[in-house]
């Protein structure tokens, strides 16, 4: 694995994992120390990488990559940078840390690190170490991606780690007669690299296949016998509704429901209305959702009669209004048919294999705040911590500080990894938030939207230029199977540009941090593997590195679990009743109108009904594109030549305002315009528009978009549960008038 410029083409393996579903092993082609070609693993039943990674080799190698550290020369978000030593960039960013912290305090620092290349060394561990050691910070709190389902699934089943129930295994479909995918779309929307191979061999063994999405989605052309098109943020409705034809039917399934559920009478009475005398009525639904009521009665039969069953709810649903509703009611539902696989939850998530690669103190920030008062009892101390911000609310926060409720005034801004002004909510808020800042440090690859408002930039390297270990972790594309893998270092780092732990190393000495440490990536792999052979069984390491994907054949703790709709052992959920806690003890006491303890449908704002319909009638959602994870990958013309960023809406919304496939549209509310190409088809809901989330923001000099960024029009809120809420906006379309 050593690297040469004989000439002589080397293969060498490594793992992709840019921040979408998936990881997919890629034989990297190396010659003169240069990248050729990328391949994917060509194993039987291993994950075939994507057109994404396929394209990786451009990334690598784009001519707008940032290669060198710099300096901003412009105002914020000018775009105007001139380069500058490593040196001076170190000794800029240290002395404004060093000021901010004795002027403000710790909690002035905000960190972000998200979920790109989420390995054990370049992530997130390594700056939270840094700035531990520097005295603490201010984290986020909440997933952006599926905090509703954490949510739900933390008040349901007392974990976080079922959080999406997408999360099935692949037998579980294989062995199902009806599948419903809602709010999925796994074959532009990576959700686990042999998600649609699986699907397609489910329909193939005779599996009936149902899609509940606003919009005829790939997968619904290629895998379902029926499209069940429903309005934006009203799922939760259907959801209940089909509870409600169960229940009136007898359908559900009492064994199950006695063994292993607490709270069913208390949901019952709200889906048959004793309480509020409003029967959760498949019409009632029906009116709300705009699913027929004869869809929603057929769709609940089916579901509680067809069994094996699976209902696979994927998260965007969830990233609504009140979105915890829609992953409770959907929980609700998979327990009161019995419907509810046991066989791998527990044994999915690899406890027990904790990597410590390097002690951390405690984050001072956090160390004395009492917990936010939303908080789960079984999530960590410091997730809990009303210290933190949610991410989805952090420009929000640095806008208004102590003074509008948060726990500290926030003066300096890290983002590595991320690229929060475009894919957060409100773009024009959050660049207002970063306007404010005393300093900006961003650690990038290309010159984002957010990037352009750094005072020092910090040139990273990608994946294929570093050294690092995927830790062990289950994969559903390994039937649920935990997995290791080594990422080898495939070229030199480009340019100047240095991984997230060389950055921290070298900066931590400015700040007068000695113990920070200085060690070479493989050795700091090769201890990681030491230690987890300790707990389980690994091949030496050499073997490891040839290997790619390791799985890890035995799974501690799944033996007792295993088999076809297996029972669960005794007392598997930690949630006050340990059993589904359909009803919860734990939310009624939140005594919060919004967070009600049985799943309850409740009308999202910037809803249909809102009077705000007058000016902006039609509802945004923001679904994921296949050429790009969130931003990444939009600027490079192999994928961007794929798929064109377009505006979809239904025929008869375009021929109401005379727009023609392909004419240049405004998009358009109070929170700003975007204009892009409209793609007129009947392949999305009429009332619905989408806009493929994560195109780069690019405005003019009026502050219109012309790359087509979602957020410029998504609104700046949580769920009551914390949940990022990008599918709940309002907006208008018009032709560009030119
Ligand atoms: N190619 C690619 N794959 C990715 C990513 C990527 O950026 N690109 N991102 C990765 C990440 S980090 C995440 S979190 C996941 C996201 O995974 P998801 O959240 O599942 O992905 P989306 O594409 O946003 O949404 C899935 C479907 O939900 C539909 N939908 C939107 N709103 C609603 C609603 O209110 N009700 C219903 N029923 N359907 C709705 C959309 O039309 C879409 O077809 O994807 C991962 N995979
Ligand atoms: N409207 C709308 N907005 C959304 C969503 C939506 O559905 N609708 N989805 C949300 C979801 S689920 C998510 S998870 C967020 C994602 O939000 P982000 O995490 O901000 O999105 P990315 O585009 O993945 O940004 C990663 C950035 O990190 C940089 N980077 C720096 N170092 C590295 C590295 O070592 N490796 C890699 N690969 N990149 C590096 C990349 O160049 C890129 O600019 O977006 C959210 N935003
Ligand atoms: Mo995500």
Not at 315 to 330: K, N, S
Not at 342 to 347: I, K, L, P, R, V
Not at 454 to 460: C, E, F, G, S
């Amino acid at each position: 694995m050593t690297r040469n410029n004989t000439g002589k083409e080397q293969i060498i393996r490594t793992i992709c994992n840019s921040h979408c579903g998936g990881n997919c092993e890629m034989q990297v082609h190396v010659k003169n120390g240069r990248i050729i070609r990328i391949e994917p693993d060509d194993r039987e039943g291993r994950p075939r990488m994507c057109l994404r990674g396929h394209a990786y080799r451009q990334r690598v190698y784009a001519p707008d990559r940032i290669l060198y550290p710099l300096k901003r020369t412009g105002p914020r978000g000018a775009g105007e940078f001139s380069r500058i030593s490593w040196e001076e960039a170190l000794d800029t960013i240290a002395f404004e840390m060093k000021k901010v912290k004795s002027e403000y305090g710790n909690a002035a620092f905000l960190h972000f690190c998200s979920m790109c290349d989420p390995h054990v060394l370049h992530h997130v561990g390594a700056f939270h170490r840094l700035l531990c050691k520097f005295g603490g910070y201010t984290a986020p709190w909440g997933f952006i991606s599926n905090e509703a389902a954490a949510f739900s699934a933390g008040a349901t089943y007392g974990t976080y780690r079922r959080y999406s129930q997408v999360e099935h295994d692949s037998e579980e479909y294989l062995k199902a007669k009806y599948i419903i995918m809602w709010s999925w779309n796994p074959v532009d929307t990576e959700q686990g690299t042999n998600t649609p191979w699986h699907l397609m061999q489910a329909k193939e063994k005779g599996a009936k296949i149902i899609c509940v999405d606003p919009r005829y989605t790939d997968s619904a052309a290629v895998f379902a016998d029926k499209w069940i098109p429903v309005r934006p943020g009203t799922d939760t409705a259907v959801l209940v509704a089909m509870a409600n034809v169960i229940i009136n039917e007898n359908l559900h399934d009492e064994g199950f429901i006695n063994s292993y559920t607490s709270g069913f009478e208390k949901y019952k009475e709200y889906v048959l209305g004793s309480t509020d005398g409003l029967p959760k009525t498949p019409e009632w639904a029906s009116a709300i959702s705009g699913v027929a009521a004869d869809e929603i009665k057929e769709m609940a039969r089916l579901y509680a009669t067809e069994k094996p069953a699976v209902l696979a709810t994927s998260i965007a649903a969830g990233r609504t209004a009140f979105g915890e509703q829609y992953h409770r009611a959907a929980a609700a539902l998979e327990a009161i048919t019995g419907n509810l696989e046991f066989n791998d939850w527990q044994s999915r998530s690899p406890k027990g294999f904790r990597i410590n690669p390097h002690p951390t103190p405690p984050n001072q920030v956090e160390q004395e705040a009492p917990p936010r008062w939303n908080a789960l009892p079984f999530r960590g101390k410091s997730v809990n911590s009303s210290a933190r911000v949610n991410i989805s609310l952090f420009a929000d926060a640095i806008l208004k500080g102590k003074e509008g409720g948060y726990p500290a005034d926030y003066k300096f801004l890290w983002l590595s990894n991320t690229n929060y002004l475009n894919q957060l909510s409100e773009v024009n808020k959050t660049a207002k938030a970063f306007e404010r800042l005393e300093f900006m440090l961003v650690t990038e690859q290309f010159m984002t939207a957010s990037a352009r408002y750094a005072d020092v930039i910090l040139p990273v390297c990608t994946f294929l230029e570093r050294t690092d270990i995927m830790s062990p972790r289950a994969a559903s594309i390994f039937g649920g199977k935990n997995v290791v893998g080594i990422l080898n270092k495939a070229i030199e780092p480009l340019g100047e540009s240095k991984s997230q732990l060389q950055i921290c190393e070298a900066l931590a000495p400015k700040l007068g941090i000695t113990d920070y440490g200085n060690e070479p990536d493989e050795n700091r792999v090769r201890e990681i593997v030491a230690q987890i052979s300790e707990e389980i069984n690994l091949p030496d390491f050499e073997t490891l590195r040839k290997e790619g994907i390791h799985i890890i054949e035995a799974s501690p703790s799944s033996d007792s679990l295993k088999g076809t709709h297996s029972k669960p052992s005794p007392k598997p959920f930690s949630t006050p009743s340990e059993k589904i806690d359909i009803y919860s003890d734990v939310l009624a006491r939140m005594n919060h109108p919004q967070i009600p303890a049985v799943p309850t449908y409740i009308e999202p704002w910037e809803s249909i009904h809102d009077p705000l319909t007058e000016k902006y009638p039609l509802q945004l959602i923001t679904p994921h594109i296949k050429r790009r994870a969130h931003s990444q990958f939009d600027n490079l013309p192999w994928l961007r030549e794929l798929q064109e960023q377009r505006l979809s809406i239904h025929s008869t919304d375009a021929e109401l305002r005379g727009i023609r496939h392909g004419d240049m549209v405004r998009i358009y509310n109070d929170r700003g315009e975007v204009r892009i190409p409209a793609d007129v088809t009947e392949r999305i809901m009429p009332g619905v528009v989408a806009i493929p989330q994560g195109a780069w923001y690019t405005p003019d000099k009026k502050g219109i978009d012309y790359g087509g960024c979602a957020n410029v029009l998504t609104k700046n809120a949580t769920s009551p549960g914390g949940s990022f809420v990008s599918s709940t906006a309002l907006v208008q379309v018009e032709k560009e008038d030119r």
